[in-house]
């Protein structure tokens, strides 16, 4: 530490983290990393983590800003605004922020409302208006998805240690079977179990088949997933259509449900995508972004919190 | 080449002596299935193995290593698992799987971390008797008569055992008290017996005469777009295959930035991203134009180049693809039959 701390200190990155609706266990994974953990903290300048530490800066520029959850509220869209309006880089982190999570697995399904009251009754909402959980791309624009439930640790380091130094992040797109034979294991589809593998996007290490447990698809759709194929497959296995379309629909969310919604008995158009904000211009960032970039925007609340 | 024998109740005395020269590596039971596994017991050595889940390539191209470590303006290679080794219960379609590797990794740009973990393992061969997932016969790599250092054939109570290298010779001298050199007229009739009977057991014979020719002209067949409608694009197939080598390269840095590792992983050309140039073009967007570079490069491209094709028969595509497309299937349609997925 001393001077050249200092010295340093100034070209680190500014980066924040950040939880909206999910349970918090792809941020608690960063802080689970002990061995890393004062590496990460002296790689960047982290101005926001608020499971780590109460000292928070919420009112300035970010050069990368990670997120985690789905937005389920009007409060979540007003603050997500205002850090993708701040962040020079937004990364969706985890499978609710990049695919909307189990709350959005029954997307399609019905009124959001009608579900809303079969769960909760009819109850007064005095903090925050909830709506249909949505993934964070569904608003603003995401430069990076990095998927998991929770995410792994390798694969968050890998892609701070790359953005962090300038740099564009590749990801694991192909499904988790090639790591499956990586490391060798019994294909469990022809063992006639409910696995998800060819349809989900690896990265994990084939952890689960590794365990002899069949992949619940929690990193979300493969970049080229034949879910129609897969479908079949199952069929023939002797799995009924509701089964398989609800385990698709677990954590491949607003995702799956957007790409197979024909597949999955759905008219795409169902899908409502709601609330819609007022529009506000983005901010122009570098780095591979979704297609499905919105710009609606409330007005921003800066939340400072001062010591 | 020179022929022993060895009773094969000697089999388990003679493995543990090798372990005087390295590493002891053999089949194994996993499951249903096999995998190569070091021996820290001799008899746990799967002798009724047919094919390994994973091929021996693995140890020769693993799955994913560290070529180098690198920090500033310095790097070290990591030659981390090279150390003598000795596999045994490879099968002739894995050792002719292997050769045609060494053509590709040892002949005109010889690839370190290849060469010098091949350098450092020796081969020794084991017959078997086919299963009706097996097609070695169908592309001629049933049999070898090269690739290896030592080569064990079964023969009821004994094996007849062939030297196929000076290390192999070396090998036998670890305990040669155990080797015979009397060949009786008895053992040649029963060897040649023993062939009669292995080639009469194969279900799977295709004639791959002309191969290439029905590859060019089957360019356009809807043959592709059939499989391609049930393909899952997960690329199990390469990486069972004993002749796919493809790989990534990428560079994994350390969280002080100044260091790192440089990685490379297997690849397959069934990935989407596979075919993916800079600027964003992608050259086999559909997943037909990928299927039909795999078969095109088995049975087309590598015939035109090698004069052999690089399927070796294995049967490991038949027994991994949960839908079903494999070499066999694909070599039927392209002949005009039905293709059953």
């Keep these: 530490m001393g001077m050249m ?22 941020l608690l994974a960063i802080l689970h990393c002990e061995n890393e953990l004062l590496d990460i903290f002296n790689a960047v300048d982290v101005r926001s983590f608020l499971m780590a530490s109460s000292e928070v800066h919420d009112d300035e520029e970010l050069d990368i800003s990670f997120l985690e959850g789905s937005i389920t509220t009007d409060h979540q869209l007003e603050s997500l605004a205002d850090i993708r309006k701040r ?42 208006k909830p709506f249909e959980s949505h993934p964070v791309d569904e608003y603003v624009k995401v430069d990076y998805h990095i998927p998991g439930c929770p995410i792994d640790r390798y694969q968050f380091f890998f892609a701070l240690t790359r953005l962090a130094q300038g740099m564009s992040v590749e990801l694991t797109t192909f499904p988790v079977c090639s790591e499956c034979k990586w490391n060798e294991n019994e294909c469990l589809l022809l063992n006639a179990q409910l696995c998800l593998g060819p349809v989900t996007a690896g990265g994990c290490d084939s952890r689960c088949p590794s365990h002899n447990l069949p992949c619940i698809g929690c990193w979300g759709p493969a970049a080229e997933a034949n879910v129609a194929s897969e479908i079949d497959l199952l069929k023939e296995r002797n799995f009924s259509s509701e089964e398989i379309v609800s385990k698709l629909r677990l954590f491949g969310g607003a995702a799956m449900v ?7 008995g759905i008219k795409a158009e169902e899908p409502a995508r709601k609330p819609r904000p007022k529009k506000v211009r983005e901010p122009i960032v570098a780095g591979k972004a979704k297609k499905r970039a919105s710009t609606k925007k409330p007005k921003a609340k800066s939340r400072t919190k001062k010591r | 080449m020179k022929a022993l024998k060895l009773k094969k109740e000697d089999l388990y005395t003679y493995l543990e002596s090798l372990k005087s020269y390295g590493e002891l590596w053999g089949p194994v039971s996993r499951g249903e299935h096999y995998s190569y596994a070091k021996l820290a017991n001799v008899r746990d050595v799967a002798l009724q193995a047919l094919r390994t889940i994973i091929p021996p390539k693995k140890f020769f191209v693993p799955p994913r290593f560290n070529m180098f470590r690198y920090s500033q303006g310095t790097y070290s290679e990591t030659f981390e698992d090279v150390r003598p080794r000795v596999l045994f219960g490879i099968h002739p379609c894995d050792i002719h799987g292997l050769m045609i590797l060494d053509e590709l990794f040892l002949d005109r740009f010889p690839d370190p971390y290849y060469k010098k973990r091949r350098e450092a393992t020796a081969i020794l061969g084991l017959s078997c008797i086919p299963d009706d997932k097996c097609m070695a016969r169908s592309t001629n790599t049933h049999a070898v008569e090269g690739g290896f250092d030592l080569a064990f054939n079964e023969l009821g109570e004994k094996y007849l055992v062939w030297v196929g290298s000076s290390l192999g010779d070396d090998l036998v001298r670890l305990n040669i008290d155990l080797f015979s050199e009397e060949i009786e007229t008895s053992d040649v009739q029963k060897y040649l017996e023993w062939r009669r009977k292995r080639d009469s057991r194969y279900k799977l014979n295709f004639d791959l005469t002309g191969m290439p020719d029905i590859m060019e002209l089957s360019w356009d067949s809807p043959l592709w777009d059939e499989l391609a409608d049930r393909c899952l694009s997960c690329g199990s197939c390469s990486m069972v295959c004993p002749t796919c080598n493809c790989y990534n390269i990428r560079d994994v840095s350390d969280l002080s930035f100044t260091s790192g590792v440089r990685q490379r992983r297997w690849d397959s050309c069934m990935n989407k991203e596979y075919a993916l140039v800079a600027g964003g073009h992608n050259f086999r967007e559909a997943r037909a134009e990928r299927l039909k570079l795999y078969y095109t490069h088995k049975l087309k491209a590598f015939i035109t180049e090698y004069g052999k094709p690089s399927c070796v028969g294995c049967g490991r595509c038949i027994d991994t693809c949960p839908v079903s497309i494999n070499v066999a299937e694909v070599i039927r349609g392209l002949k005009g039959q039905e293709v059953k997925l």
């Excluded at chain 1, 010295?7 to 266990?25: M, N, W």
């Design chain 1, 87 to 128: 962040s020079k880089i937004l990364v969706a982190i985890g499978s609710c922020a990049c695919f909307g999570g189990p709350q959005a697995a029954r997307l399609g399904y019905g009124d959001w409302k009608e579900r809303f009251k079969k769960v909760y009754g009819a109850v007064k909402h005095t903090v925050a």
């Design chain 1, 258 to 264: 957007r790409r197979f919604a024909d597949l999955l």
């Design chain 1, 5 to 26: 701390a200092s010295k340093t200190q100034a070209a680190k990155p500014k980066v924040g983290f950040y939880g909206f609706t999910g349970c918090a266990g792809d």
